[in-house]
C-alpha cells in the first residue's frame, strides 16, 4: 500500500507554461517536505511544511500544505529546462522519512 | 562540511555474492538511515540508528541485510547472499538528533546490480 501518493507521474511541458504536482495521503502527518532528485544523486530538500495550510514560496515554486495536514502540493510558474528533475514528496512518521513515488518532471526549451 | 558520503558508487556482483557498502553521515549527526530505491518503485526506508543503537529495523527486508554502526559514526550494510531482487539504489541519510521531522540529508547512493 502506497502511503504518499504522487500525482502525475510523469509531465513534460514546454518552457514557459505552469504546472502544479500534488501529493496525497489518507493519513496526516506532522509535516511533509519536498525533495528534488538530480541523475546520480540523492534527494535534496527543496522545503519543509509543518502547519495545516501553510504556504511557502521558492522563487518560482510555490508549495502548499492542505488544511488537515494530508496532502500538499507544488505549483512551478513558468517553467525553466534547469526545474527539469525527479520530486518526491515525503512525510514525517515515527522518526523516519516515508517517500513516494515521485514526479518526473521534464521542461522543453 | 562534508555531507553525506557513500561507498562504492556502484557495484556488480553476482547471485550469491556478498557486498558491503559504506555510509559516512554528517559529522554530529546521530542519526543515520538506510533506504533502498528499487526500479519502478519508490525510495523505502529500510533502518534507523540512533548513534551506535538500532532505532527501527522495521524496512529491512530479510536477515540476508545486516546493518552495523559500531561507534556511533560511519555505518555499513552488508548483503550477504545476495539476490537478483537486490538490486536498486541505496541511500545513506542523517540529521540531527531532534530534527527527525525536518530535513535528512542524502548521499549520493550506491547503484548495486546483482547478476
Known amino acids: 500500500t502506497q502511503l504518499l501518493e504522487q500525482s502525475p507521474q510523469f509531465l513534460s511541458i514546454q518552457e514557459g507554461e505552469n504546472l502544479t504536482v500534488y501529493c496525497n495521503s489518507s493519513?496526516?502527518?506532522?509535516?511533509l517536505q519536498w525533495y528534488r532528485q538530480e541523475p546520480g544523486e540523492g534527494p535534496v530538500l527543496l522545503v519543509t511544511v509543518v502547519t495545516g495550510g501553510e504556504v511557502k514560496k521558492l522563487k518560482r515554486l510555490t508549495f502548499q500544505f492542505g488544511d488537515a495536514r494530508k496532502d500538499s502540493s507544488l505549483h512551478i510558474t513558468a517553467a525553466q529546462p534547469g526545474d527539469t528533475g525527479l520530486y518526491l514528496c515525503?512525510?514525517?512518521?515515527?522518526?523516519?522519512?516515508?517517500f513516494g513515488k515521485g514526479t518526473r518532471l521534464h521542461i522543453l526549451p | 562540511e562534508a555531507g553525506v558520503t557513500q561507498f562504492p558508487s556502484h557495484s556488480v556482483i553476482e547471485k550469491g555474492q556478498t557486498v558491503t557498502l559504506r555510509c559516512d553521515p554528517i559529522?554530529?549527526?546521530?542519526?543515520l538511515y538506510w533506504y533502498r530505491r528499487v526500479m519502478g518503485k519508490e525510495i523505502k526506508f529500510l533502518l534507523h540508528f540512533v548513534k551506535e543503537s538500532k532505532q527501527d529495523e522495521s524496512g529491512m527486508p530479510n536477515n540476508r541485510f545486516l546493518a552495523e554502526r559500531t561507534g556511533g559514526t560511519y555505518s555499513t550494510l552488508k548483503v550477504q547472499p545476495a539476490e537478483l531482487e537486490d538490486s536498486g539504489v541505496y541511500f545513506c541519510a542523517s540529521n540531527p538528533l531532534g530534527r527527525e521531522d525536518t530535513e535528512a540529508f542524502f548521499g549520493q547512493g550506491t547503484r548495486l546490480t546483482v547478476v
Open positions: 515525503a512525510g514525517s512518521r515515527q522518526d523516519k522519512i516515508i
Open positions: 493519513s496526516v502527518f506532522s509535516s
Open positions: 559529522s554530529g549527526h546521530d542519526n
